[in-house]
């Protein structure tokens, strides 16, 4: 059976330091001549991108339920790319992926209710189906340490308090994937150095890098 090449996602909260390491481990990847692909969400060059950019802005309002669907649509726009180049053999790397999604509107609040919005199964139901990545890592980093980095607080999520609850709702997560069986999750320090962090995902990537001939599953099909 042929090799189809891994598909690795890179999720932690705002600030881990998610896309200085994606690129990166591209740059290693491409050093090492192994046929890679990095994709990061939301991709916010598409249609439904531009939506998402400009509510994160906080330059419009959008029912919570209404960007959350933008979310997971922006994903579904290149699943079956993705599935064409791991079965073509190239690795995929995710920067931010359906985790990020349910995270992130799973810990909402309004300051009227004491009830989230949206409730996790709502969060989760829109991705179920897309391809499940072979291996998350997410960066641990505590949200007080995040805020003193580059950047922190310019967009909408980007509150200590709401790092908090999305760190609490990340290791459900994290528990749940692990449970089921579909692929694995795999907790790193990102508050290390950065070139620390670099040998640590290196060092979870590089096996895979042979490829495998196991099938591509699919994200919570069976639970
Ligand atoms: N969202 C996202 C949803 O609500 N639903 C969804 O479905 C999805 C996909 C934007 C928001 O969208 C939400 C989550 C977010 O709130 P984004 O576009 O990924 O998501 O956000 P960005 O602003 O691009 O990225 P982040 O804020 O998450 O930052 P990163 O990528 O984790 O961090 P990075 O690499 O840019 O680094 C941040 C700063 O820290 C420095 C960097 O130089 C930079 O200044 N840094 C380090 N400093 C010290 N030590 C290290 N090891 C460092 N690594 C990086
Ligand atoms: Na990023």
Same mark, same amino acid.
């Given at each position: 059976?042929?090799?189809?090449?891994?598909?690795?996602?890179?999720?932690?909260?705002?600030? %881990?330091?998610?896309?200085?390491?994606? =690129?990166?481990?591209?740059?290693?990847?491409?050093?090492?001549?192994?046929? %890679?692909?990095?994709?990061?969400?939301?991709?916010? +060059?598409?249609?439904?991108?531009?939506?998402?950019? +400009?509510?994160?802005?906080?330059?419009?309002?959008?029912?919570?339920?209404?960007?959350?669907?933008?979310?997971?649509?922006?994903?579904?726009?290149?699943?079956?790319?993705?599935?064409?180049?791991?079965?073509?053999?190239?690795?995929?790397?995710?920067?931010?992926?359906?985790?990020? /999604?349910?995270?992130?509107?799973?810990?909402?609040?309004?300051?009227? +209710?004491?009830?989230?919005?949206?409730?996790?199964?709502?969060?989760?139901?829109?991705?179920? !189906?897309?391809?499940?990545?072979?291996?998350?890592?997410?960066?641990?980093?505590?949200?007080?340490?995040?805020?003193?980095?580059?950047?922190?607080?310019?967009?909408?999520?980007?509150?200590?308090? &709401?790092? =908090?609850?999305?760190?609490?709702?990340?290791?459900?997560? /994290? =528990? =749940?994937?692990?449970?089921?069986?579909?692929?694995?999750?795999?907790?790193?320090?990102?508050?290390?150095?950065?070139?620390? &962090?670099?040998? !640590?995902?290196?060092?979870?990537?590089?096996?895979?890098?042979?490829?495998?001939?196991?099938?591509?599953?699919?994200?919570?099909?069976?639970?």
């Amino acid at each position: 059976m042929a090799h189809r090449g891994p598909f690795v996602v890179i999720e932690g909260l705002d600030r %881990s330091g998610k896309s200085t390491q994606a =690129e990166a481990l591209i740059k290693r990847l491409q050093d090492e001549k192994i046929p %890679s692909k990095l994709i990061k969400f939301p991709d916010r +060059s598409t249609p439904i991108g531009k939506l998402i950019d +400009s509510y994160l802005r906080s330059e419009s309002e959008l029912d919570d339920h209404v960007v959350h669907l933008l979310f997971s649509a922006n994903r579904w726009e290149v699943a079956s790319s993705i599935v064409k180049d791991l079965q073509a053999g190239t690795l995929v790397l995710c920067d931010r992926y359906a985790f990020s /999604g349910i995270a992130f509107s799973a810990s909402k609040l309004k300051p009227d +209710s004491p009830e989230p919005p949206l409730a996790y199964e709502w969060c989760r139901a829109p991705d179920v !189906s897309l391809p499940a990545p072979d291996l998350t890592l997410f960066l641990d980093i505590l949200p007080e340490k995040a805020k003193e980095r580059g950047g922190f607080g310019e967009e909408r999520y980007e509150k200590e308090e &709401v790092q =908090e609850r999305v760190r609490v709702i990340f290791d459900r997560i /994290g =528990e =749940e994937v692990e449970s089921a069986g579909a692929g694995r999750w795999l907790v790193l320090d990102g508050g290390l150095d950065q070139e620390e &962090v670099e040998k !640590s995902i290196w060092a979870e990537v590089k096996p895979l890098t042979k490829g495998t001939t196991a099938p591509i599953q699919k994200l919570w099909d069976k639970t």
